[in-house]
């Protein structure tokens, strides 16, 4: 069983810069879960960003991020990679990963309506000049 998501890659950058998330997971079934990044800015409610099928073959992204981020996995490694280009600052937030076993759809992790099973501590990301 999946036991533990590990958040990395936060930190500061200028607008316009890149950074790169990290979540690893821990456990012999990670290819058995659907991925989620998340996201919760001060005041905000927490916001999926995007999500990525247990084969990878599928994902989702909010509107907000789509052609900026893009979401990977390799379960190999039991890890997830979320690419964030184009920075705003706008994107300021903690950012968490999460974890729901199949069957279940990118859309539905997402959108919320599919409630994680586990979660990550997050990592903060900081866009500002």
């Known amino acids: 069983q999946l036991q533990l998501l590990v958040e990395s890659g936060g930190g500061l950058v200028q607008p316009g810069g890149s950074l790169r998330l990290s979540c690893a997971g821990s456990?012999?079934?990670?290819?058995?879960?659907?991925i989620g990044w998340f996201r919760q800015a001060p005041g905000k409610e927490r916001e999926g960003v995007s999500c990525i099928s247990s084969s990878g073959d599928s994902t989702n992204y909010a509107d907000s991020v789509k052609g900026r981020f893009s979401i990977s996995r390799d379960n190999a490694r039991n890890t997830v990679v979320l690419q964030m280009n184009s920075l705003q600052p706008e994107d300021t937030a903690v950012y968490y990963c999460a974890a729901v076993p199949i069957p279940t759809t990118v859309k539905a992790l997402c959108s919320g309506t599919q409630r994680p099973s586990y979660w990550g501590q997050g990592t903060q990301v900081t866009v500002s000049s």
């Open positions: 456990g012999l079934t990670f290819n058995n879960f659907v």
